[in-house]
């Protein structure tokens, strides 16, 4: 075992360089699709930590036929792109741990000065992708780099993947999924604010395209508006949203939150004139789903709820299609890994808890299809992630690698060897 002294005096000496990285990082504007220099950017940085090999792990458009591609993006190419296998290996008897994370980030949010500035003002830094999820991979940054500091062995392989795509529904991770990777335990790194979540909802994202009855507005009685059917359409959604959070409450981990499921209708297109009724509407959005349902159920039951609506001109005029699929991801909080990240933060004086994210991520790509435990944590706010003033200190980021690599001493076994 390491001293938790040592633990922590190492993570300290190289916060101000893992605090540069992120700033470098979130100077890249890496939207999904255009992450490529940011890549290119940690394979360098990575490759200089002693001990640490990195691979690049190359993408194809092969993937665009995978059943759980997800395509809100058209047209994204993956010629040249790549994701990254970042490893320390181990003496080969203990315990390997994977972690996760990704360089992709949303656009910037309305009214957002510099997103891409990675301004430090005390002790914070502001930028899009601060928390979500660049500051994550300056944890990760910062945890090999103290690992490599304390000349630390482990008896299992630390892996990360450090993928693209995420953001649009997890194309980066589905590629590493497929390619498939062996380990006990995973730690998808994303802003939990101390908690750590062993149930995570799913997701479905939807495309719905309303066809009216276009025609000028002296014509009311012989046009039917695709806006107004849009309309109508999220009432349908709105009441099965309702209808399926009733049906899923009894959840522990998911009770404590109101609405841990949300319906959110993002994207309503329609029309090209004030006074002409238009003829198509397409309405985009996203609905949260627990484990009591399968991405599959929750799909067919949207459209059955649109097929079935009393208005009978909208139950036979609309095309509906799911851009992102997720299942949900369950892991038992009694399992050693659960147990061990909060007994590591104990140790570093972090108060961390279990509970269930009410928002969807790649964790079940590894613990539903790879059948490896996984869980969610990492440093920062998911309040702050996709806004406008999204941040994290450095601070967080310390006390969160000073967690995982308490984590890594329990369930991969680590020792210092000098």
């Not at 025609?215 to 949203?241: F, K």
Request: with cysteine; hydrophobic share 40%; glycine share 10%.
């Amino acid at each position: 075992m390491i001293d938790q002294k040592a633990i922590r005096a190492a993570v300290a000496a190289r916060v101000p360089e893992a605090v540069e990285l992120l700033r470098e990082l979130i100077r890249f504007p890496s939207t999904s699709g255009q992450e490529q220099e940011a890549m290119l950017f940690l394979e360098e940085r990575l490759r200089s930590i002693p001990g640490v090999r990195v691979d690049r792990v190359p993408l194809s458009d092969a993937i665009k036929s995978d059943p759980d591609y997800s395509d809100p993006i058209p047209d994204l190419s993956y010629a040249g792109r790549f994701n990254l296998r970042v490893v320390r290996a181990g003496r080969g008897d203990g315990r390997t741990l994977l972690l996760n994370t990704h360089t992709d980030v949303v656009p910037p949010s309305e009214g957002m000065a510099e997103p891409w500035s990675g301004a430090l003002c005390d002790g914070t830094i502001y930028g899009r992708g601060a928390c979500d999820a660049k500051g994550q991979v300056a944890a990760v940054y910062l945890l090999y780099r103290a690992l490599a500091d304390l000349g630390a062995e482990t008896g299992g392989d630390l892996v990360a993947h450090l993928v693209v795509e995420e953001e649009n529904g997890g194309n980066g991770t589905l590629a590493m999924a497929r390619a498939g990777e062996r380990a006990d335990g995973c730690v998808v790194l994303e802003p939990t604010d101390g908690a750590v979540h062993t149930s995570i909802r799913g997701a479905v994202w939807f495309h719905l395209v309303l066809s009216g009855k276009a025609g000028h507005s002296g014509q009311a009685g012989a046009t039917r508006s695709a806006l107004l059917l849009a309309r109508d359409a999220m009432a349908v959604l709105e009441s099965y949203h309702a209808k399926l959070l009733s049906q899923s409450r009894g959840q522990p981990l998911f009770d404590p939150y109101p609405n841990p499921m949300p319906l959110t209708f993002g994207r309503l297109n329609a029309g090209t004139w004030p006074a002409s009724a238009p003829s198509q509407a397409v309405l985009e959005g996203v609905l949260g789903l627990l484990p009591n349902k399968t991405k599959e159920q929750v799909c067919e039951e949207i459209r059955t709820a649109l097929a079935a609506s009393p208005d009978h001109f909208l139950s036979s005029h609309f095309e509906l299609r799911f851009m992102y699929r997720h299942d949900s991801s369950v892991l038992d909080p009694g399992h050693d890994l659960p147990r061990t990240i909060l007994a590591s933060g104990g140790a570093a004086g972090a108060e961390l808890r279990v509970s269930g994210m009410t928002a969807s991520c790649d964790a079940w790509l590894y613990n539903n299809w790879l059948g490896i435990p996984t869980v969610v944590y990492g440093p920062g706010a998911l309040r702050h992630a996709h806004t406008r003033d999204e941040q994290i200190t450095g601070g967080e980021i310390a006390a969160a690698a000073e967690v995982l690599l308490g984590t890594v001493t329990g369930f991969c076994g680590a020792r210092a060897s000098r």
